[in-house]
């Protein structure tokens, strides 16, 4: 399948490591994604006549802010006892790209540091745009 992008799932809130906050709140978050996600899905299956969802695949930014424990302690509870119920999950973490301001895209190394990581071109640290890294995407679907 081909790989489809979900504008509605972008996310633009600060990096923050949410860990120590898994609750509540946290799971609501990952739940409404998945929830797009699943009616997503739903429709693709429709269009493609299948009946049994086998797998998913998303690809993350690092700067998404998802939890992937969360996303998938959601999309459990979301697809049990459903149609969906047995389907996996999977989920891989794209790289974040920075474009600084000499115009260079460069991928930062360490993750402590992503955004003010230093330019490999010029070594400025301050204004990296963030080129890539908060996108969600779904990348196919294994069904039958
Ligand atoms: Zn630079």
Do not use: W
């Not at 459903?82 to 474009?99: K, T």
């Not at 490999?120 to 039958?144: F, N, S, T, W």
Request: proline fraction near 6%; aromatic fraction near 6%; charge should be negative.
């Amino acid at each position: 399948m081909r790989r489809s992008a979900l504008p509605a799932l972008r996310h633009d809130a600060p990096v923050l490591d949410a860990r120590p906050f898994l609750g509540y709140f946290r799971v609501m978050h990952e739940m409404s994604i998945v929830t797009s996600l699943l009616s997503l899905v739903e429709e693709e299956l429709t269009k493609r006549r299948l009946a049994k969802l086998l797998v998913v695949r998303i690809r993350h930014g690092a700067l998404a802010n998802v939890i992937p424990e969360a996303l998938s302690f959601a999309f459990e509870a979301l697809t049990q006892g459903g149609p969906f119920e047995g389907a996996r999950l999977e989920l891989e973490e794209e790289p974040v790209i920075l474009r600084c301001s000499c115009g260079a895209n460069f991928s930062p190394e360490q993750r402590r540091e992503l955004l003010f990581a230093p330019c490999p071109a010029c070594g400025e640290r301050l204004g990296h745009a963030v080129e890539k890294g908060r996108e969600l995407y779904l990348q196919d679907i294994e069904a039958e």
